[in-house]
């Protein structure tokens, strides 16, 4: 398994002007740790929420690469964005799952991913033709490159050491995070 903090910034080393939405808890937490940045739209209390958020700016914004980092139990809470998803197929829309097998925010349970849910065949059978595990330097590798090249929708489970790090807390006021954002995008002068 990989260090979580670890994976998010090498990700994000490549994300050249991607704008990234990133999931409750922890992975805003990561996300804030490897820079903080305009582009980056942190979601506070939005469960379930970071994979229509990025659906919805990669259909507003073709022009512009889209990532979603977010953890396994958001996911499992929005599941049923990946179908509407891969419906929508956008093409400029990528999708990193933190996966630790378990609830961090609300008490480290552990989560569906822990026992027989497997997200990665979820999203296949949802319509991602890019969907796979990374668990080890390799897979973390190729979703690099994914990251950084324009090749199409897909889905990364990134499985992650159960390990909880120092919280890095973003900016928290949510009109400033949504005017700065905006402008990032280029949604307002």
């Known amino acids: 398994m990989l260090d979580r903090r670890d994976a998010v910034a090498r990700l994000l080393r490549e994300r050249g002007d991607a704008l990234v939405v990133s999931g409750l808890g922890s992975p805003t937490y990561d ?4 820079g ?4 980056n ?3 506070w209390g939005a469960m379930g929420g970071a994979c229509m958020i990025g659906l919805g700016l990669a259909l507003a914004r073709p022009d512009r690469r889209i990532l979603v980092i977010t ?13 509407t998803i891969g419906v929508k197929q956008p093409p400029n ?11 961090g925010e609300t008490g480290l349970q ?3 991913t822990a026992g027989p849910t497997d997200l990665v065949k979820v999203a296949a059978a949802c ?4 969907a796979f595990e990374a668990h080890d330097e390799a897979g973390l590798h190729l979703a690099t490159g994914w990251i950084a090249g324009d090749t199409g929708l897909y889905f990364v489970v990134v499985k992650i050491a159960p390990a ?11 009109v400033a995070l949504k005017l700065r954002f905006r402008r990032a995008a280029g949604v307002d002068p």
């Open 36 to 39: 903080d940045d305009p582009r």
């Open 110 to 112: 552990p989560s569906h």
């Open 31 to 34: 996300v804030a740790a490897a």
């Open 127 to 130: 319509g991602f033709a890019r």
């Open 93 to 103: 829309l990528g999708i990193v799952v933190l996966d630790n097998g378990l609830y």
């Open 71 to 83: 953890g396994d139990g958001e996911m499992l809470m929005g599941l049923g964005s990946l179908a």
């Open 164 to 174: 909880e790090a120092p919280r890095v807390l973003p900016l928290r006021d949510g």
């Open 41 to 43: 739209f942190y979601l």
